[in-house]
């Protein structure tokens, strides 16, 4: 029988009921039937936005008879989707024609950004941005803003709002760029360390020291960016590498003492844990093997790679047993062709194909997932349904189109394998209309 006191805590309660799909571990390196878990008919119970109790609801039912609870048939729950490389200034100028990447960030991208000076501007992007990213399944993300502060505090202000766990940081830039972009080592210092103090760890925010790339700054400014480091060692850092062939000869002419693209930052002591470098399609051996020592991560970001001709990134290099590097899933809209975490797995499939490598659903889905939550240090608050973690999981369609709805049969997978086939097809053919529901710290915050 209850006691008073637990029927009163129940009042606080709120359930889902459906089929889930979560992991407890990389299917890189165990079993896919050890690390994925999947429950065709379970319960998750929610209290104060964190994740009470979780399993079979044949087993649950029973304890929490009398909690609210809202059911998803034939759909699939899954944790959050995780974005950890992508650039909200970019989200005006996705998709822009035919260039590869020196190129099109002279041609298209720094003129855009120069718009992030106007904070009403920004402020408007800011909103366009996340509502994309909820509407396509993706609850945290790892963002680039522009190198104007207030792009920064548009982009938290409005992340605060919606009580989202996002990253971000302002660009630092001081050459090789556009007069108006330019900051210098001392005011991107100055400018960032502000920022830090004023909205890290506020609230689900977390801040990244946000360097471009080695081409765009001295290395008195990655000089500061490792000092920064130093002093708040719980941020990130954000930044991209070896993303085309051109962009690493020109890094070697513009640091001729450095051993390579890696070393450049290594030498401003930015190669550590909580450090996400964005594509890496031309990482040496060494290069792969030294941010495994070093608890680093990389973005893999296959739609960008493909549109902008930059390469196939080595996937099975970064995940080898001998020296594993943790990745995760980035769009790097607008580089990136779309919002949609899904169709970057998809595309991450077609380029592990093109290298003679497989990518199955619950590699790919670990990625968007899990895998996302360690690249970013977030697998202790997010990831998965284990009890005690954020409740920022989304409802997901198998059948939200009509040939999708032909491909897929109502009933629900009985098996791992039977949802395999049903996973695959989701991650091929779905896209945002394939998300039915985004919820945050277990609130309803957008519904198809």
Same mark, same amino acid.
């Given at each position: 029988?209850?006691?008073?006191?637990?029927?009163?805590?129940?009042?606080?309660?709120?359930?889902?009921?459906?089929?889930?799909?979560?992991?407890?571990?990389?299917?890189?390196?165990?079993?896919?039937?050890?690390?994925?878990?999947?429950?065709?008919?379970?319960?998750?119970?929610?209290?104060?936005?964190?994740?009470?109790?979780?399993?079979?609801?044949?087993?649950?039912?029973?304890?929490?008879?009398?909690?609210?609870?809202?059911?998803?048939?034939?759909?699939?729950?899954?944790?959050?989707?995780?974005?950890?490389?992508?650039?909200?200034?970019?989200?005006?100028?996705?998709?822009?024609?035919?260039?590869?990447?020196?190129?099109?960030?002279?041609?298209?991208?720094?003129?855009?950004?120069?718009?992030?000076?106007?904070?009403?501007?920004?402020?408007?992007?800011?909103?366009?941005?996340?509502?994309?990213?909820?509407?396509?399944?993706?609850?945290?993300?790892?963002?680039?803003?522009?190198?104007?502060?207030?792009?920064?505090?548009?982009?938290?202000?409005?992340?605060?709002?919606?009580?989202?766990?996002?990253?971000?940081?302002?660009?630092?830039?001081?050459?090789?760029?556009?007069?108006?972009?330019?900051?210098?080592?001392?005011?991107?210092?100055?400018?960032?360390?502000?920022?830090?103090?004023?909205?890290?760890?506020?609230?689900?925010?977390?801040?990244?020291?946000?360097?471009?790339?080695?081409?765009?700054?001295?290395?008195?400014?990655?000089?500061?960016?490792?000092?920064?480091?130093?002093?708040?060692?719980?941020?990130?850092?954000?930044?991209?590498?070896?993303?085309?062939?051109?962009?690493?000869?020109?890094?070697?002419?513009?640091?001729?003492?450095?051993?390579?693209?890696?070393?450049?930052?290594?030498?401003?002591?930015?190669?550590?844990?909580?450090?996400?470098?964005?594509?890496?399609?031309?990482?040496?051996?060494?290069?792969?093997?030294?941010?495994?020592?070093?608890?680093?991560?990389?973005?893999?970001?296959?739609?960008?790679?493909?549109?902008?001709?930059?390469?196939?990134?080595?996937?099975?290099?970064?995940?080898?047993?001998?020296?594993?590097?943790?990745?995760?899933?980035?769009?790097?809209?607008?580089?990136?062709? $779309?919002?949609?975490?899904?169709?970057?797995?998809?595309?991450?499939?077609?380029?592990?194909?093109?290298?003679?490598?497989?990518? $199955?659903?619950?590699?790919?889905?670990?990625?968007?997932?899990?895998?996302?939550?360690?690249?970013?240090?977030?697998?202790?608050?997010?990831?998965?349904?284990?009890?005690?973690?954020?409740?920022?999981?989304?409802?997901?369609?198998?059948?939200?189109?009509?040939?999708?709805?032909?491909?897929?049969?109502?009933?629900?997978?009985?098996?791992? $394998?039977?949802?395999?086939?049903?996973?695959?097809?989701?991650?091929?053919?779905?896209?945002?209309?394939?998300?039915?529901?985004?919820?945050?710290?277990?609130?309803?915050?957008?519904?198809?």
């Amino acid at each position: 029988m209850s006691s008073p006191q637990s029927q009163s805590d129940q009042s606080l309660l709120t359930a889902i009921r459906g089929s889930f799909l979560d992991f407890v571990d990389d299917p890189f390196y165990v079993a896919e039937e050890d690390s994925a878990r999947y429950v065709p008919d379970g319960l998750l119970v929610l209290e104060a936005g964190k994740i009470k109790a979780f399993g079979d609801y044949a087993e649950l039912q029973g304890k929490y008879r009398d909690v609210p609870t809202t059911a998803y048939a034939e759909r699939l729950i899954m944790p959050g989707f995780i974005d950890t490389h992508i650039h909200y200034p970019q989200t005006e100028m996705i998709a822009a024609y035919g260039e590869q990447l020196l190129e099109w960030l002279d041609q298209y991208v720094f003129p855009t950004e120069g718009k992030f000076q106007d904070k009403a501007y920004a402020e408007k992007v800011a909103e366009v941005f996340l509502d994309q990213l909820l509407s396509n399944g993706t609850t945290t993300a790892l963002v680039f803003a522009a190198v104007f502060p207030q792009s920064v505090e548009a982009f938290f202000e409005a992340a605060e709002r919606r009580n989202l766990c996002m990253i971000a940081g302002k660009v630092m830039m001081d050459r090789n760029a556009p007069d108006y972009l330019c900051d210098t080592a001392e005011s991107s210092y100055q400018e960032t360390k502000d920022l830090i103090q004023r909205w890290h760890k506020k609230g689900r925010l977390r801040y990244a020291v946000t360097p471009r790339f080695a081409i765009t700054s001295t290395d008195e400014q990655l000089q500061k960016a490792g000092e920064l480091l130093k002093e708040f060692p719980d941020v990130y850092m954000h930044t991209h590498i070896s993303e085309n062939v051109n962009e690493v000869a020109w890094v070697k002419e513009l640091f001729p003492t450095c051993k390579g693209y890696l070393d450049v930052y290594d030498q401003a002591g930015l190669v550590k844990e909580r450090c996400v470098f964005a594509h890496g399609v031309h990482l040496t051996d060494g290069e792969f093997q030294r941010l495994s020592e070093a608890g680093s991560a990389i973005a893999f970001c296959p739609t960008s790679n493909l549109f902008l001709g930059s390469g196939l990134f080595k996937i099975e290099q970064a995940k080898s047993a001998d020296y594993p590097v943790k990745v995760g899933l980035g769009t790097d809209v607008g580089g990136g062709t $779309s919002f949609s975490i899904l169709q970057t797995a998809n595309e991450a499939y077609k380029v592990a194909q093109l290298r003679q490598q497989k990518l $199955s659903p619950f590699k790919a889905l670990f990625l968007a997932t899990l895998g996302g939550a360690r690249a970013l240090c977030l697998e202790e608050t997010l990831g998965n349904f284990e009890i005690g973690k954020d409740a920022d999981f989304i409802v997901l369609d198998p059948r939200s189109t009509p040939l999708m709805a032909f491909r897929n049969a109502p009933a629900t997978p009985a098996t791992l $394998s039977a949802l395999a086939d049903r996973i695959f097809s989701l991650m091929m053919m779905g896209d945002d209309r394939a998300v039915q529901s985004t919820y945050i710290l277990g609130k309803l915050i957008y519904e198809r």
